[in-house]
């Protein structure tokens, strides 16, 4: 028999959803990913982004403080022992989508630890194989995939990955590893801009790096830039090596010059990559429409549809522009309420 809604992805969004359907008793089906070395590697393993970042002091509701208490009586000990320690200053991504995850449960979501590999919408109900070869159906899907962060690439940048080296400044730039430190953004476009001028709050200078000799970004931001006296712009330069150690993370880079210059090292405690994101929408295949960015277009103002009846997408996957963890709960919320709301106007619910 047919679920009557399956929502896959497992980041804030999917979890939201999740709550809502279990409680509209639709009875959710969550395909929270595959934990293989090929998602780890890509940045796309169970509980998403967050699941990658550190603390969490912008999500409502979670204010600094000592969870252990509540966290021993809300997880299950083998969950709670793969957890990094937890210290009293709030809440950290991994144990947030942790708890969002139990939260579903709760409700009676299930939960399958494979991904969603190929999907028929053509034919209802939808069609979707799972990387566990079997194929399930559904009258509705919510597709909060998420997005992930473009790097580089470099051995250094992953040693590094929450020691120093970041892809969200509003994540992480208030951590206190980065006050009144020298920090380097990497990349010319809009995110650069803004992420560089969002640092500046913090930091004793803000190096932004880009590989050509004219930003990207637009020319307003573009402006801001140049006039902010932290920030300072290096032209022609690519960033060739994260340098640090085991003991206290990054202390600096190694800049390539892309014109023939000598290479330029520079001390510094953090290193913000805005080199773009890739949201996670191989596995529609182009049955879904998609912006030109490539992101699921919503097609209808403040709704989650899409250009498919029946389908439904919420958080990163759909959103360039804010890409919260609130603002991805908000709209996971949001792909439940319209799902339940058209399976009943079509009388399945
Ligand atoms: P983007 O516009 O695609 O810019 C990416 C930047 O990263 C470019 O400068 C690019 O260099 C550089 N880059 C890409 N790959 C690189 C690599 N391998 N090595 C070195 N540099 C690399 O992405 P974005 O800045 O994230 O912006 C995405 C969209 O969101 C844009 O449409 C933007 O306007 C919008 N946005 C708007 C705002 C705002 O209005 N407040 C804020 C953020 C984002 P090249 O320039 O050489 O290609």
């Known amino acids: 028999m047919a679920e009557k ?54 999500y409502p509701g979670f204010p600094a403080g000592d969870l252990r208490g509540y966290l021993e009586t809300a997880l ?24 969002m995850r139990q939260q579903a449960k709760n409700f009676g979501t299930r939960v399958i630890t494979e991904d969603i590999v190929e999907v028929d919408f053509q034919r209802h109900p939808f069609q979707l194989r799972a990387s566990d070869g079997k194929t399930y159906e559904s ?17 250094s940048e992953e040693r590094f990955k929450n020691r120093g080296v970041s892809a969200c400044a509003v994540c992480d730039g208030a951590l206190p590893r980065f006050r009144n430190q020298p920090l380097v953004v990497v990349g010319g476009g809009d995110s650069a801009v803004e992420e560089a001028t969002y640092l500046t709050k913090f930091a004793s200078k803000v190096y932004m790096v880009h590989r050509r000799d004219q930003l990207r970004a637009s020319k307003i931001m573009a402006e801001r830039a140049m006039k902010n006296p932290k920030i300072e712009l290096l032209w022609n330069r ?60 919503w097609t209808t103002p403040f709704r989650t549809h899409t250009s498919l009846e029946g389908v439904f997408a919420a958080g990163d996957v759909a ?27 079509k009388g399945f619910h």
């Open 139 to 155: 009258l509705a899907v919510i597709v909060a995939t998420g997005a992930r962060a473009n790097y580089l690439g470099l051995p």
């Open 5 to 58: 809604v399956i929502i896959i992805g497992s980041g804030p969004a999917a979890w939201t959803a999740a709550i809502y359907a279990a409680r509209a008793a639709l009875e959710p089906l969550v395909f929270e990913g595959a934990i293989t070395e090929e998602n780890r590697l890509a940045g796309t393993l169970p509980l998403g982004q967050l699941a990658l970042t550190t603390e969490v002091e912008n």
């Open 238 to 297: 690519v960033l060739e090596e994260v340098l640090g150690d085991d003991q206290r993370g990054v202390t600096g880079v190694r800049l390539a010059s892309t014109v023939g210059q000598a290479p330029l090292e520079l001390e510094a405690a953090g290193v913000f990559l805005a080199i773009g994101h890739t949201p996670n929408t191989k596995f529609l295949q182009g049955q879904v429409e998609l912006t030109e960015k490539g992101y699921i277009r």
């Open 319 to 345: 959103d360039d522009y804010y890409r919260q963890a609130v603002t991805a709960a908000g709209s996971g919320c949001m792909a439940a309420l319209d799902a339940e709301r058209w399976l009943a106007a």
């Open 76 to 99: 299950p000990p083998e969950t709670l022992a793969m957890l990094p320690p937890h210290e009293a200053h709030g809440v950290t991504g991994p144990i947030l989508m942790e708890l």
